[in-house]
């Protein structure tokens, strides 16, 4: 299976040679299964980062975005993201969106970073159709707001996945009304997390992904241990079909092929 949202351009997966830690890292993921990885951007200077990883190894993709935390820490190269996008390795925008449980940055920057990015984003598919590429969506606690927003866009409601989905069963019938895709971290895992898993339980077969946001989010039985790993997604996926009442394989299964669908690897 493919880790579909990683950072490995963070420090935890620095290494002592360019490159070392990440192949490290890799090795270790196909230890377990884990055959990939999708590295995602958090700003405009970090999705050249992200590229640059993903040209240097065959089983790594990226992808081309200003995460909403990272919304003040301007100015914005959207050309930066255009240049990504265009190379085969970056598979999507983002990620992208709103976070209403940090004070910081206010609600303002990020609607106005939003939006500038959105609009971007629409150019840029009007400009260069072949660009066309789906779109990485963080929102945490904020999917009132998120989805009237989407809705305005231009873009296909089928080409979003809300990634690192910790809501509760209300906010996934908001989202799969919406038309969009889901995925799910450790947090699945987690014994507080109940509703989490409930939610889990609406979701259509087509529309699911698995994810560990390293390095945060470590799934069980290995919580507490940081950086959390791509080969910990495996915990997940294992995780995820239990509380659908699958086999792990029917799940896996399943899971490949919607990642690479969604995504257009191959």
């Not at 949202?5 to 090795?27: K, Q, S, W, Y």
């Not at 992200?50 to 081309?64: D, E, G, M, P």
Request: aromatic fraction near 8%.
């Amino acid at each position: 299976m493919i880790d579909t949202h990683c950072h490995l351009t963070f420090p935890d997966f620095a290494g002592d040679e360019p490159g070392a830690g990440v192949a490290a890292e890799l090795a270790e993921a196909a230890r377990h299964g884990v055959t990939g990885c999708i590295t995602i951007s958090t700003t405009t200077r970090d999705c050249t980062k992200a590229l640059a990883i993903a040209q240097s190894h065959a089983r790594v993709w990226c992808s081309a975005g200003v995460h909403p935390l990272y919304a003040d820490q301007g100015p914005h190269d959207w050309q930066a993201l255009e240049r990504c996008i265009a190379e085969r390795k970056c598979v999507a925008w983002g990620e992208l969106g709103l976070d209403n449980h940090y004070p910081e940055p206010g609600r303002d920057v990020q609607h106005a970073v939003l939006a500038e990015q959105l609009a971007f984003i629409e150019r840029v598919h009007r400009a260069r159709p072949e660009l066309e590429k789906p779109v990485v969506l963080h929102c945490r606690e904020a999917f009132a707001d998120l989805i009237p927003i989407l809705k305005r866009t231009t873009l296909k409601p089928d080409r979003f996945v809300f990634h690192c989905f910790t809501g509760s069963p209300a906010d996934m019938r908001m989202l799969l009304d919406f038309g969009a895709s889901v995925s799910f971290t450790g947090v699945l895992t987690y014994r507080n997390a109940a509703d989490v898993r409930e939610a889990a339980k609406l979701v259509p077969s087509d529309r699911l992904m698995v994810e560990t946001d390293a390095p945060f989010l470590p799934p069980e039985p290995v919580r507490g241990k940081r950086p959390c790993r791509p080969w910990m997604v495996r915990h997940t996926a294992e995780h995820l079909a239990s509380v659908r009442g699958l086999s792990f394989e029917a799940m896996h299964e399943r899971l490949n092929t919607n990642t690479e669908k969604f995504f257009g690897i191959v």
